[in-house]
C-alpha cells in the first residue's frame, strides 16, 4: 500500500512561472525593460532540441524575449565562442543557456567559462559554483535542477534542516555537486555517493532526504530507503513499455516508484516532479540576473 504523499512539480513549478511572470512585467512597467534570453544548441540530439524548445517556449510565456541560436553540429570552438562574446556584450540579453551535452569536438567547459557569471543562468561557471560553495547564495546564480529540488526540499522541511542527514547519489557539476552544497549549506548532514561508493544501499538508508542523480532506470529501491524519508528522483530515463504496445517507451526516474513509495513519507514522481522545476528555476535566474542589471 501507498504510503508517501506525491510532490506536484508542475504545480509547484508553476507557482514559481506566477512569480517570474509578475516580476517580468513589474520590471517592464518600472524600468522599460523586457528581460531577454538567449538559448544557445549546438547539433541535433532529439531530446537537447524537447528540453531547449520547452525553455525557449517558456521564456516567451513569462514575457522574455527569447532568441534561440540553433547551430549546426560541425560548428567550431571559435565561432561558439564568438557568439558567447557577442551575447554578453548586449544588454538586451540577461540570460545565456548553453544546451549540454555539447557535441564532442567542442570543449564545454571553455564555453561554460566563457559566459559572463552575471548572465550564467544555469550556474555552472566556476564563479558561480564557487559562490554556492562559499555560500554566497546573494550574487551567484545556482543551477536550476538542484535549485528545483531545493524548493521541493524547504517546502517540505523548512529552510534550516539542522540534525537531518541528506544522500545524494551523484556527483556531477550539474547537480550532484550544487545540490550537496545546498544541503550542506542549509545545515544538513550530507554524503555524496557515486559510483564508486560501496554498501550504497546501507549509506541510503541513513537519509532523511534521499535525492537521486544517477541515470539508472529505477535503481533505488524500497529496501535503501529509511520509513518515512524524503525521496527526491533526478532522474530521468526512457525504458521500453511493451505492456503499451510493441516499440512503446516510457519514462521512468533513478527510484522504484511504486514500491519506494510504500516506505518513503514524501516522493516525487517522474514524469512531473523535478522536471518541471528546472524550467521554472531557470526563468526565476533569469528575471534575478535582469534585475540586477538594473541595479
Ligand atoms: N542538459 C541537461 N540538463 C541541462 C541543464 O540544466 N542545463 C544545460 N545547459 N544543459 C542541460
Redesign the pocket.
Known amino acids: 500500500m501507498r504510503r508517501a504523499t506525491i510532490i506536484d512539480g508542475k504545480a509547484v513549478a508553476a507557482s514559481v512561472i506566477d512569480v517570474v511572470k509578475t516580476a517580468a512585467a513589474a520590471l517592464e512597467q518600472q524600468d522599460g525593460v523586457t528581460i531577454g534570453l538567449a538559448v544557445i544548441i549546438v547539433g541535433d540530439d532529439p531530446a ?1 532540441h524537447t ?1 531547449v524548445t520547452s525553455k525557449s517556449r517558456m521564456a516567451k510565456e513569462c514575457g522574455f524575449k527569447s532568441v534561440q541560436h540553433t547551430l549546426p553540429t560541425h560548428t567550431s570552438q571559435g565561432d561558439l565562442a564568438t557568439l558567447v562574446n557577442t551575447l554578453n556584450a548586449d544588454s538586451t540579453v540577461h540570460g545565456i ?5 555539447l557535441p564532442t569536438h567542442l570543449d564545454s567547459e571553455a564555453i561554460i567559462q566563457a559566459i559572463q557569471p552575471e548572465k550564467d543562468v ?1 550556474g ?1 561557471s566556476v564563479v558561480n559554483a564557487g559562490k554556492l560553495a562559499t555560500g554566497d547564495l546573494k550574487t551567484g546564480h545556482v ?3 538542484p535549485a528545483g529540488a531545493m524548493v521541493f526540499v524547504r517546502r517540505i522541511h523548512g529552510e534550516d534542516l539542522s540534525g537531518l542527514t541528506a544522500v545524494v547519489i551523484g556527483r556531477s557539476n ?1 547537480f550532484g555537486k550544487p545540490m550537496t552544497q545546498l544541503l550542506l549549506n542549509a545545515n544538513a548532514t550530507v554524503m555524496t555517493a557515486h559510483s564508486r561508493t560501496k554498501n550504497l544501499p546501507d549509506i541510503c538508508r541513513q537519509a532523511d532526504i534521499l535525492v537521486a542523480a544517477v541515470g539508472r532506470a529505477e535503481m533505488v529501491k524500497a529496501s535503501w530507503v529509511k520509513e518515512g524519508a524524503t525521496v527526491i528522483d533526478v532522474g530521468i530515463n526512457r525504458v521500453a513499455a511493451p505492456e503499451s504496445g510493441v516499440g512503446k517507451t516510457r519514462l521512468v526516474g533513478d527510484v522504484a516508484f511504486s514500491e519506494v513509495a510504500e516506505v518513503a513519507g514524501i516522493i516525487t514522481p517522474v514524469p512531473g516532479g523535478v522536471g518541471p522545476m ?1 524550467i521554472a528555476m ?1 526563468m526565476a535566474n533569469t528575471v534575478i540576473a535582469a534585475y540586477r542589471s538594473v541595479g
Open positions: 537537447s528540453y543557456l548553453v544546451q549540454l551535452p544555469d555552472l543551477s536550476c535542477t550539474l528546472t531557470l
